[in-house]
């Protein structure tokens, strides 16, 4: 489904994002990935939507070498990005102006009665509070059913209660069509709460640590849930240390 092989990134400036990352994600699979500041989390996911250029290596969607931006894939960010002169309807429907109009409105209806703001589609971003305006994020990068959806910490500004009806939202979504899911995220018990697999990514440059298979159910095992936490905390820090004590770590 979704490759990524030998990829590697380096700055007009000299600084090394990435270096040599190989990843891959089945169809359906959800995989997050951690790791601390400059660990190059944000810059992958960025080469895979095809917003930056890649200094080495490959990305490939069911075979097909990505050069750039694809349809097959979407993208939500940490703000909710929404265009203040649209209506809420409107700023769903606005990558299917090349659909009917008759399609293009019952897609954005039903968009919007999934996430729960089937009341609010003629209203302005204004008049929506964070989470509900994270919800139309949410909304218009599931509208166009895309086969890979890229989530760049797109719940970190959120208090708790709400980052976890989000949480209920987003997994309620991809239950429907099951699109591969690729998250960026800081938030460990939250990688562990929504991921088939999490990817703990070690700075400087860039690349994979560990990976760690997520058995427990996303339903909400938390008890499992908070060993995984456990878990992914120690290689975070092991992730983190000097090269000497990361050494010593793993024994």
Same mark, same amino acid.
């Given at each position: +489904? ?6 590697s990134?380096t700055?007009?400036?000299?600084t ?10 089945a169809p359906?699979?959800?995989?997050a ?11 992958l ?6 917003l930056?250029?890649?200094?080495a ?5 069911d ?9 097959g894939?979407?993208l939500v960010f ?16 606005f ?5 009917p109009?008759?399609?293009r409105?019952?897609?954005v ?19 929506l ?8 994020a ?29 949480h209920r939202?987003?997994?309620?979504l991809?239950?429907e069509?099951r699109?591969t899911i ?5 938030d460990?018990?939250? #990688?562990?709460?929504?991921a088939?697999?999490?990817?703990? +990514? ?10 760690v ?8 095992? #938390?008890?499992?849930?908070?060993q ?15 090269? #000497?004590?990361?050494? #010593?770590?793993a024994?």
């Amino acid at each position: +489904m979704l490759t990524i092989q030998d990829l590697s990134k380096t700055y007009a400036d000299g600084t090394q994002a990435l270096a040599g990352l190989t990843l891959s994600l089945a169809p359906g699979e959800i995989v997050a990935l951690v790791g601390g500041s400059g660990c190059g989390k944000t810059t992958l996911l960025r080469l895979v939507a095809g917003l930056d250029a890649a200094t080495a290596g490959l990305i490939r969607l069911d075979g097909a070498t990505l050069k750039g931006p694809h349809p097959g894939l979407g993208l939500v960010f940490q703000e909710p990005r929404l265009l203040p002169w649209l209506s809420i309807a409107e700023n769903v429907g606005f990558g299917l102006a090349h659909r009917p109009a008759a399609e293009r409105r019952t897609r954005v209806a039903q968009a919007l009665a999934r996430v729960g703001l089937a009341d609010h589609a003629g209203r302005w971003p204004r008049d929506l509070s964070g989470g509900q305006q994270q919800r139309v994020a949410i909304a218009r990068a599931f509208v166009a059913d895309p086969r890979v959806l890229l989530l760049d910490e797109p719940f970190s500004a959120l208090d708790a209660v709400t980052r976890e009806d989000l949480h209920r939202h987003l997994l309620a979504l991809w239950a429907e069509t099951r699109p591969t899911i690729l998250l960026v995220t800081h938030d460990v018990t939250e #990688a562990a709460a929504l991921a088939d697999r999490v990817v703990v +990514m070690r700075p400087h440059p860039g690349r994979i640590h560990r990976t760690v298979a997520v058995d427990a159910p996303r339903s909400g095992d #938390a008890v499992a849930h908070l060993q995984t936490s456990r878990v992914l905390r120690d290689l975070l820090d092991e992730s983190l240390a000097p090269p #000497a004590r990361r050494a #010593a770590l793993a024994v």
